[in-house]
């Protein structure tokens, strides 16, 4: 049963690349949103890389967020722009005769937030700056929508350049920075605890989850470690 309140978080979910776990953070954070009682939605609104089958294209991330969701979503609202070639959007759009545009996303976006559940997560593509079409990118997305973000970093080596610039990216475009993730992707790096550890004194924001290697991407796993308390507290 979900828990009768007016509280209502939505968050805009990237990463320092693609690959880093994006998706496997917005499914933790929305089962550990669920596990204390709030109510879940999500969406990605534009995938790279799907499957035909019998009802149409599906993208694996976007069939693992609605599934996470309390919410009773179609994988259209999940994911309304499914492109089949798994490379950059603008590149898989190009292939599939299609233009991408900011407003027509934010469109889509604006439906699920209406919904008005107790926590909404939009998940990016790749990382903050990826290309939509030649003027635009996912960041403009994000700030027509206003919203905060949340930024998953692949702990590897190269993390502290990629973690920084992005984040400086974020706030140099206007939006706020809600906090940060730190997700091992590789097992066998070197000095990660001083990695995670130096990023925590340099990021202005609050580690939210810091997530070791997974080999098996278990999101009841990574949502044990997910900490809801500022991002869903009722003075954020």
Same mark, same amino acid.
């Given at each position: 049963?979900t828990?009768?309140s =007016? ?7 990237t990463g320092?690349?693609?690959?880093v776990?994006k ?5 933790a ?11 879940t939605?999500a ?5 790279a890389g799907?499957?035909?089958t ?6 694996? &991330?976007?069939l ?5 969701c309390?919410e009773?979503?179609?994988y259209?609202?999940?994911? =309304?722009v ?5 490379v950059a =959007? ?6 599939a ?7 027509r996303?934010a469109?889509f976006?604006q439906g ?5 559940a107790n926590?909404t997560?939009i998940?990016?593509?790749?990382g903050w700056?990826?290309?939509?079409? &030649?003027?635009e990118t996912?960041? &403009?997305l994000?700030?027509?929508?206003k ?5 998953v970093v692949?702990i590897r080596?190269?993390?502290?350049n990629?973690a ?6 974020i706030?140099?475009d206007g939006?706020?920075?809600?906090g ?7 097992? &066998?790096?070197p000095?990660?605890?001083a ?8 990021l202005p924001?609050?580690l939210?989850?810091?997530? =070791?290697w997974?080999p098996?991407?278990?999101?009841a796993q990574?949502a ?7 991002l869903?507290?009722a003075r954020?």
């Open positions: 049963m828990q009768p =007016p509280l209502r978080r939505s968050f805009f979910i320092t690349d693609t690959g776990g998706t496997l953070f917005s499914c954070l929305l089962q550990a949103a669920a596990n204390a009682g709030f109510s939605a969406m990605k609104p534009v995938a799907g499957v035909q019998a009802t149409g294209l599906r993208n694996e &991330d976007a693992l967020l609605q599934a996470a309390t009773a979503l179609s259209e609202e999940v994911n =309304p499914c492109l089949e070639t798994a =959007p603008h590149i898989a759009a190009a292939h005769q299609r233009r991408l545009k900011v407003e996303i469109g976006c699920l937030l209406m919904r008005r926590l997560v998940e990016g593509a790749g700056r990826v290309p939509l079409n &030649d003027n996912l960041a &403009d994000c700030k027509q929508l919203l905060p973000v949340i930024l692949g080596l190269g993390c502290l990629h920084l610039l992005t984040a400086e990216a706030y140099r939006l706020a920075l809600a940060w993730v730190a997700n091992t992707i590789d097992p &066998d790096m000095e990660r605890f990695n995670v550890a130096t990023l925590q004194k340099l924001a609050p939210i989850a810091n997530i =070791p997974l098996s991407a278990d999101i990574a044990a470690l997910v900490d809801i308390t500022g869903l507290s954020a």
